[in-house]
């Protein structure tokens, strides 16, 4: 796999069982080789427009897959900027969302099969780094480049938080988080056409 990758985050527990179940048949509607695999699914895209007007033509993106992220929040990850109750709170389960080939038409895909499940599942989009970052998957080291990413994301819709999680010998890393409807603005920003 070398292609791009998002995680969607549930801020309660949910049976990656169950998810399956709620997202198989809507995958089966615009799928092709929708099977399930070890981890969860892997499935291509036949039908771009069941994701919205201005998804690519799906001719020339690879195939993507679904699975359980298996990884819990670290303690010290502080998510309740984008929770709706009150205090600290972590992620407590999520998936992994990724296309198994890189390139700007999977890029897009992935994005919209990103906002689509957001939407659908009520889940939060972990970037997975700091967008506008020129290294995004690697986040932001001990906050560099976070002024910057600041001024790309503050202005659009949607909410969004900055995450900091531990990278050993008291490191620090940071990564962006949105709802979908941060997603939807992103998706529509000229930094993420920049990618595509």
């Known amino acids: 796999m070398s292609g791009p990758v998002v995680g969607l985050r549930f801020l309660e527990a949910r049976a990656f069982e169950d998810v399956l179940a709620d997202v198989r048949p809507w995958l089966d509607a615009f799928c092709t080789a929708v099977a399930a695999e070890a981890d969860g699914l892997s499935f291509r895209v036949r ?14 993106a690879g195939p993507f897959f679904l699975e359980d992220d298996g990884c819990a929040a670290a303690e010290d990850e502080d998510w309740s900027a984008l929770s709706p109750l009150p205090g600290p709170c972590v992620s407590a389960s999520g998936l992994v969302l990724g296309a198994f080939c890189s390139g700007p038409v999977n890029h897009a895909f992935l994005g919209r099969l990103a906002f689509a499940l957001a939407r659908r599942l009520g889940a939060l989009v972990d970037f997975d780094g700091v967008l506008g970052c020129t290294a995004p998957g690697q986040g932001a080291a001990d906050g560099t ?48 056409r920049l990618v595509t």
């Open 145 to 192: 480049g976070l002024a910057e990413a600041r001024a790309l994301v503050s202005p659009l819709p949607g909410r969004t938080a900055e995450v900091s999680y531990g990278m050993g010998a008291g490191g620090r890393r940071f990564r962006h988080i949105g709802d979908a409807d941060f997603l939807a603005a992103w998706l529509d920003h000229p930094a993420f």
């Open 47 to 60: 039908d771009g427009t069941a994701l919205g007007p201005r998804t690519p033509d799906p001719a020339g």
